[in-house]
């Protein structure tokens, strides 16, 4: 019974964990500290996606009669079926074949979590590599911006490549329109990208929207992440000295709303709403947390992994 | 310009095979260069360029012939597509700066714009006033 307990406590974690998500998709306080706030985004996917495999697993190896959470029912199981008992002594048939489809299904999900995190992140290194080949041939460096590539092109593009060799690429168009001081603030937001690994930050969600292409709650869950990203690499961008919010402000500005003509058919334009979020955040400016709250967030964020960790382990 | 590392000779040579419409052997494309170079050179690069898929190249009785793969601006159409494209899966290859809006929200960040700018130019008339 205990491994049944630990199944309902698991669910109702993963249960949790999608409610909590919901409320922080409505809540105002990420947008003044997004550090914290993804910090939290990040605890909740791995806790949910843990709770829901451990909560399934929990199932399957319900009535192994050990006392070492499910890691250990799971080991116990093991053993059984390496001496070739399918079904458990002195159980019902259709108990077990209950608990083996929610073993299997446990398994099932875990390998596709896991899968879609490689496959996402291979994607990402060889659509980089694809960059690097090109920018190779084609790209050149410019007085203008220091340490960056020029791209040959008249549409606004501004990007960084993450990686070992990472690199920050602008066009000639964003050359052209944008003041001095705002490239050096569109350096700085890249810069910190580079330096803080957000590729990393986003890419258990991205996954999570490959392996769940339909969940409301995942796309918004990933496009709140990414917008929180975007916020923490523009804080970190006006730690430069001399640098003013509202250069950074204008730089958004012209750059979000310069004419997308010039841009190669196959460019889509972003969702609603995100880059006057930016903006506005920028001109009227929020104070972070309070550091109570924040350490609160750190905590909860421990707590709300901890827990499905600690039954899948002890319990 | 000085031609060393492998990139830079990558790129040297396809600027080459991107100056004229027609196939060149490995001797054209040395005499194309800036620099002298070795003939095995010259074909060892234009070999790992055919293989990396940047040039094709064509049997001419028994000599290679090269041609670029793609345009130069093909290529730069791929790089910009991937810097641009702002949905699907290979949103996190890359870090933008910013997306681009459209409609009525571009209309109001252009006015947020406009202010700004009138702001900041009347604050800088401010400021000589102010020396003079």
């Known amino acids: 019974m205990r491994a049944l307990a630990d199944a309902v406590l698991l669910a109702a974690v993963a249960v949790g964990s ?29 806790a949910g996606g843990l709770a829901a495999v451990g909560a399934l697993v929990a199932i399957g190896v319900s009535g192994q009669g050990t006392r070492t959470g499910v890691l250990g ?32 299904a446990g398994f099932t999900l875990f390998t596709a979590l896991c899968g879609v995190l490689v496959m996402a992140f291979a994607d990402a290194v060889n659509a980089r590599g694809r960059q690097r080949e090109l920018l190779a041939l084609l790209a050149h460096g410019d007085p203008k911006v220091p340490g960056a590539l020029v791209v040959d092109h008249p549409a606004a593009a501004a990007y960084c490549l993450p990686g070992i060799r990472s690199q920050i690429v602008v066009s000639v168009g964003t050359l052209d329109l944008l003041a001095p001081a705002e490239l050096t603030a569109v ?39 990414a917008l929180l990203v975007e916020m923490m690499a523009d804080d970190h961008a006006l730690r430069v000295r001399g640098l003013l919010a509202r250069e950074l402000a204008t730089a958004l500005l012209r750059f979000g709303t310069a004419a997308t003509d010039a841009a190669p058919a196959g460019a889509m334009a972003a969702a609603e709403g995100e880059l006057t979020a930016r903006v506005n955040r920028l001109l009227t400016p929020q104070p972070p947390l309070p ?24 319990s | 310009m000085i031609v060393n590392r492998l990139g830079d000779l990558e790129r040297a040579i396809m600027e080459v095979l991107w100056q004229t419409d027609s ?88 006015q947020a714009l406009s202010g700004l700018e009138e702001q900041q130019v009347s604050e800088t008339e401010g400021d000589s006033g102010g020396r003079l």
Request: hydrophobic share 55%.
């Open chain 1, 18 to 46: 999608v409610r909590s998500a919901r409320a922080m998709l409505r809540a105002s306080w990420p947008r003044r500290s997004p550090a914290a706030a993804i910090l939290l985004w990040q605890a909740l996917g791995l």
């Open chain 1, 73 to 104: 029912g799971l080991a116990a199981l093991g053993t059984r079926l390496a001496y070739g008992q399918v079904f458990a002594p002195r159980q019902p048939v259709l108990l077990t074949s209950v608990r083996l489809a929610a073993l299997f």
């Open chain 1, 187 to 225: 350096l700085a937001h890249e810069r910190a990208h580079l330096r803080a690994r957000h590729d990393l930050v986003l890419i258990p969600f991205t996954s999570l929207r490959r392996a769940f292409p339909r969940s409301r709650v995942i796309a918004q869950s990933y496009r709140t992440v």
């Open chain 1, 291 to 314: 550091r109570a709250a924040q350490a609160a967030v750190v905590l909860a964020a421990a707590l709300l992994v901890a827990v499905p960790l600690l039954l899948l382990v002890i």
């Open chain 2, 23 to 110: 196939a060149l052997t490995v001797r054209q494309v040395s005499n194309g260069l800036p620099q002298n170079l070795a003939h095995t050179t010259v074909m060892t690069v234009l070999d790992r360029l055919a293989k990396k898929g940047f040039a094709r190249r064509e049997r001419d009785g028994r000599a290679w012939r090269y041609r670029p793969a793609a345009t130069r601006e093909a290529y730069v159409a791929e790089l910009m597509l991937t810097a641009l494209a702002q949905t699907g899966d290979r949103d996190a290859a890359l870090a933008r700066f910013a997306q681009s809006v459209s409609g009525t929200e571009a209309e109001v960040l252009l």
